[in-house]
């Protein structure tokens, strides 16, 4: 089985920066690829980001390339999604997620999913 749990929501000012955390347990956690996902109000929920577990592969939806970024820390199991130059589309509660490939990942499946994380952007 594999667990996520994520961390680091928070509220920050457009143009802002936060990091975002997953950390995931079980023994075959390193299996899958990782991805982020978010839905924020009156919407529905939209991939974010993925990445192999080994950091091969990554992609990203035209709305946050270039100005996010995830990555891993193997020693930890954890993925992180760095977010820069935020703006107020990016409020929502993000969700990390596990899957079989970042293929998957970007086509909206995961396998396991995590509580979500709360992120508020002000002007």
């Known amino acids: 089985q594999v667990q996520l749990v994520e961390s680091g929501g928070g509220l920050v000012q457009a143009g802002g920066s936060l990091r975002l955390s997953c950390a995931g347990s079980?023994?075959?956690?390193?299996?899958?690829?990782m991805g982020w996902f978010r839905q924020a109000p009156g919407k529905e929920r939209e991939f974010v980001a993925a990445?192999?577990?080994?950091?091969?592969?990554?992609h990203y939806s035209d709305s946050v390339k270039g100005r996010f970024t995830v990555s891993t820390d193997n020693t930890k199991n954890t993925v992180y999604m760095q977010m820069n130059s935020q703006n107020v589309e990016d409020k929502a509660v993000y969700y990390c997620?596990?899957?079989?490939?970042?293929?998957?990942?970007?086509?909206?499946?995961?396998?396991?999913w995590g509580q979500g994380t709360q992120v508020t952007v002000s002007s």
């Open positions: 997620a596990a899957g079989p490939s970042t293929s998957t990942l970007v086509a909206g499946k995961g396998d396991y």
């Open positions: 079980g023994r075959t956690f390193n299996r899958f690829a």
């Open positions: 990445i192999s577990w080994g950091g091969a592969t990554s």
